[in-house]
């Protein structure tokens, strides 16, 4: 088999999928993506609900159908996907150490890279829950793999940790195949999902949820048989006197999502520590050149659509780097998050002679109403913008339009709210 | 004045409908805001997605959904007709599963090749 490649994906789920596609439509002519599972699509493949495509494809989809539009416009654009392969390594020089049971270990010379690794679940020990280990705590994801994908009911009474957006839609599913969903308990005093989801997948099925609270014991030697759960105080602390037990025998957890980077730890890639991320070019190249980051392993994403948009970034910043149209850039501009922001992406904009305007991604570190979003440069407003609503659970964006971009004087962008 | 959230998006607008006043919606972005608004008050409905077993199948389940939004009353009743279905591979998405589906005008379809 060939070796050689203008640019290797590193990840078939939807980042993947459409940075290949990115690249290729770019001008990219050897395209391959290298994906562990048995089919691409990645986590889409277990996310069955509707509302995928609504801003790119303009409907409704669900998770497999998203991902096999995209899978369409690979194959229509004769990209390779080799599946049931795990890349072990990448080096500098853009050499990739792969193996799967067919061909055994490969070494794969690519003039670009993109990686497009997803994200992966906080677990029981990253929160640390104290209490028994009997079985029936799962991560909600693997919860949904077990039963979207392999078929098996994971539990009879469930209680949610986390009002993250994949612990909301598994209390729906888990009440539309039988279970009894007691109760989502959160620690913050807001939801971290998105209010569709609240609405659709809490209310609708009369599902309680507990603001401001936790889970302070687990109770079941052999298989769980009920949590404790306490109010907290403004410093998450638990309240004594405020415990109340609930019966259950499962409990998922909804806690939050890593964006899976060794590869890029071991090759040298500067990570951001607000997203666990890479810090990213404004065409999503990281610090070593020509190696490209997209999707949730740059920063964790609530909206596919917002994945499939940021990876055609990267792969057309790819095929460009392969192409050599690299322009002559006139300076770099940092870009930093402000008061009341959690973190922005990208992390530097490269000004070059013709310049485009720039989308700034960006989440804020709490719920807020009637807030004012600024973008300066040093003492310059660049840019005002007024929000009725801002939560965490929901990235916000900003376009820097061109012309601002050429004048800015200190080269230091903030992006701050004002409440 | 009835207040909800708009679940047609992610973006959740903050909707205030008025009964009184010929369901007029408010606080949406979109004109798709008006369209779930009136009928979040007047007949509320949703699109369901499941899975069935198939047999011959990359997997043991292929994924399923309503091809429109049913009444929300229904929802059990709608999940409850897949109870004994078992479905063949080869399966492409769109397939119907069931067909008019407790009386609506829904089917129950794949949403993925199998």
Same mark, same amino acid.
Request: with cysteine; glycine share 8%; hydrophobic share 40%.
């Given at each position: 088999?060939?070796i050689?490649?203008d640019?290797v994906?590193?990840?078939?789920?939807p980042?993947?999928?459409?940075?290949?596609c990115?690249?290729k439509?770019?001008?990219? #002519?050897k395209?391959?993506?290298? %994906? $562990?599972?048995i089919?691409?699509?990645?986590?889409?493949?277990?996310? &069955?609900?509707?509302?995928?495509?609504l801003?790119?494809? /303009?409907?409704e989809?669900?998770?497999?159908?998203?991902?096999?539009r995209?899978?369409?416009?690979a194959?229509?654009?004769?990209?390779? @996907?080799m599946?049931?392969?795990?890349?072990?390594?990448?080096? /500098? %020089?853009?050499k990739i150490?792969?193996?799967?049971a067919?061909?055994g270990?490969?070494? @794969?010379?690519?003039?670009? &890279?993109?990686?497009?690794?997803?994200?992966?679940?906080r677990?029981?020990?990253?929160?640390a829950?104290?209490g028994?280990?009997?079985?029936?705590?799962?991560?909600?994801?693997?919860?949904?793999r077990?039963?979207?994908?392999?078929g098996?009911?994971?539990?009879?009474?469930?209680?949610?940790?986390? *009002?993250?957006?994949i612990?909301?839609?598994?209390?729906? $599913?888990?009440?539309?195949?039988?279970?009894?969903?007691?109760?989502?308990?959160?620690?913050?005093?807001?939801?971290?999902? +998105?209010?569709?989801?609240?609405?659709?997948?809490?209310?609708?099925y009369?599902?309680?949820?507990?603001?401001?609270?936790?889970?302070?014991?687990? @109770?079941?030697?052999?298989?769980?048989?009920?949590?404790?759960?306490?109010?907290?105080?403004?410093?998450k602390?638990?309240?004594?006197?405020?415990e109340?037990?609930?019966?259950?025998?499962?409990?998922l957890?909804?806690?939050g999502?890593?964006?899976?980077?060794? +590869?890029s730890?071991?090759?040298?890639?500067?990570?951001?520590?607000?997203?666990?991320?890479?810090?990213v070019y404004?065409?999503?190249?990281?610090?070593?050149?020509?190696?490209?980051?997209?999707?949730?392993?740059?920063?964790v994403?609530d909206?596919?659509?917002?994945?499939? %948009?940021? *990876?055609?970034?990267?792969? #057309?910043?790819?095929?460009e780097?392969v192409? #050599?149209?690299?322009?002559?850039?006139k300076?770099?501009?940092?870009?930093?998050?402000?008061?009341?922001i *959690?973190?922005?992406?990208?992390?530097?904009?490269?000004?070059k002679?013709?310049?485009n305007?720039?989308?700034?991604?960006? $989440?804020?570190?709490?719920?807020?109403?009637?807030?004012k979003i600024i973008?300066?440069?040093g003492?310059?407003?660049?840019i005002?913008?007024? $929000?009725?609503?801002l939560a965490p659970g929901?990235?916000?964006? @900003?376009?820097?339009?061109?012309s601002?971009?050429e004048?800015?004087?200190?080269n230091?962008i903030?992006?701050?709210?004002l409440? | 004045?009835?207040?909800?959230?708009c679940? !047609?998006c992610?973006k959740?607008c903050?909707?205030?409908?008025d009964e009184?006043n010929?369901?007029?919606?408010?606080?949406?972005?979109?004109?798709?805001?008006? !369209?779930y608004?009136?009928k979040?008050?007047?007949?509320?409905?949703?699109?369901?997605?499941?899975? !069935?077993?198939?047999?011959?199948?990359?997997?043991?389940?292929?994924?399923?959904?309503?091809?429109e939004d049913?009444?929300?009353?229904?929802?059990m009743e709608?999940?409850?007709?897949?109870?004994?279905?078992?479905?063949?591979?080869?399966?492409?998405?769109g397939?119907?599963?069931?067909?008019?589906i407790?009386?609506?005008?829904?089917?129950w !379809?794949?949403t993925?090749n199998?």
């Amino acid at each position: 088999m060939d070796i050689n490649y203008d640019v290797v994906i590193v990840g078939g789920g939807p980042a993947g999928l459409a940075a290949a596609c990115s690249a290729k439509e770019n001008g990219a #002519k050897k395209v391959l993506v290298i %994906e $562990r599972d048995i089919e691409a699509g990645g986590i889409l493949n277990q996310c &069955i609900h509707n509302g995928f495509g609504l801003h790119i494809f /303009k409907e409704e989809l669900t998770g497999p159908e998203y991902a096999d539009r995209y899978e369409k416009m690979a194959a229509d654009l004769e990209i390779e @996907i080799m599946l049931n392969t795990m890349v072990l390594s990448i080096n /500098k %020089e853009k050499k990739i150490h792969a193996v799967n049971a067919t061909n055994g270990v490969l070494i @794969i010379q690519a003039q670009a &890279i993109i990686l497009a690794m997803g994200c992966r679940e906080r677990t029981r020990g990253a929160i640390a829950i104290p209490g028994d280990r009997g079985a029936g705590i799962f991560t909600a994801g693997t919860a949904q793999r077990y039963i979207n994908i392999e078929g098996y009911m994971v539990g009879k009474n469930v209680v949610i940790l986390g *009002s993250g957006d994949i612990g909301l839609i598994m209390a729906r $599913r888990m009440t539309l195949e039988g279970a009894n969903v007691l109760a989502c308990i959160e620690i913050c005093p807001y939801s971290n999902g +998105l209010n569709r989801n609240i609405v659709q997948c809490l209310n609708d099925y009369d599902i309680p949820l507990y603001l401001s609270h936790t889970i302070t014991n687990v @109770i079941g030697k052999e298989r769980v048989e009920k949590v404790v759960i306490s109010e907290v105080d403004e410093n998450k602390n638990p309240i004594e006197g405020s415990e109340i037990e609930i019966n259950c025998d499962t409990l998922l957890l909804s806690v939050g999502l890593i964006p899976e980077n060794e +590869l890029s730890k071991e090759v040298g890639i500067e990570l951001d520590p607000r997203t666990k991320g890479a810090v990213v070019y404004e065409n999503m190249e990281t610090n070593i050149s020509g190696v490209f980051g997209c999707g949730n392993v740059v920063h964790v994403h609530d909206l596919v659509d917002f994945v499939s %948009e940021e *990876s055609v970034r990267a792969g #057309k910043g790819a095929a460009e780097y392969v192409l #050599k149209k690299k322009k002559s850039i006139k300076k770099v501009v940092k870009v930093y998050p402000g008061e009341h922001i *959690s973190y922005i992406i990208p992390q530097k904009i490269r000004i070059k002679n013709d310049v485009n305007k720039t989308q700034l991604f960006f $989440r804020v570190d709490n719920v807020y109403k009637n807030g004012k979003i600024i973008v300066k440069d040093g003492d310059d407003i660049l840019i005002e913008i007024k $929000r009725a609503h801002l939560a965490p659970g929901e990235m916000e964006k @900003i376009t820097i339009p061109s012309s601002k971009l050429e004048r800015l004087k200190y080269n230091n962008i903030v992006l701050e709210l004002l409440v | 004045m009835k207040e909800i959230i708009c679940i !047609v998006c992610p973006k959740g607008c903050h909707l205030q409908v008025d009964e009184n006043n010929g369901y007029k919606v408010t606080g949406n972005k979109c004109t798709r805001g008006i !369209v779930y608004g009136e009928k979040e008050v007047t007949n509320p409905t949703r699109v369901l997605t499941s899975i !069935v077993p198939i047999e011959g199948g990359m997997y043991s389940c292929c994924t399923v959904k309503t091809s429109e939004d049913i009444p929300k009353e229904k929802i059990m009743e709608v999940m409850e007709l897949l109870k004994n279905i078992k479905i063949k591979s080869p399966v492409n998405i769109g397939d119907i599963v069931i067909s008019n589906i407790c009386g609506t005008k829904s089917n129950w !379809v794949v949403t993925k090749n199998m």
